[in-house]
């Protein structure tokens, strides 16, 4: 594997988590009953559901 592919799936993983990030930030900050509506907080409540999974870059391969 070059150089230039790792640091091209390392940048595509941390845009990943970003956009995560992102999306979370704009759901929580919907009132508490939409939040509920759609689900949102059972979302992150299941075992393998993690706040901030982010790939490799943090270590996680």
């Excluded at 070059?2 to 640091?7: A, N, P």
């Excluded at 990943?16 to 009953?33: D, I």
Aim: net charge positive; proline share 5%.
């Amino acid at each position: 594997m070059s150089i230039l592919s790792t640091i091209g799936r390392y940048a595509a993983e941390y845009s990943a988590a970003r956009a995560r990030y992102l999306t979370e930030r704009q759901v929580r900050s919907l009132p508490t009953e939409i939040q509920k509506d759609i689900g949102w907080p059972d979302v992150y409540a299941t075992p393998h559901a993690t706040r901030l999974h982010s790939g490799s870059w943090a270590g996680d391969k």
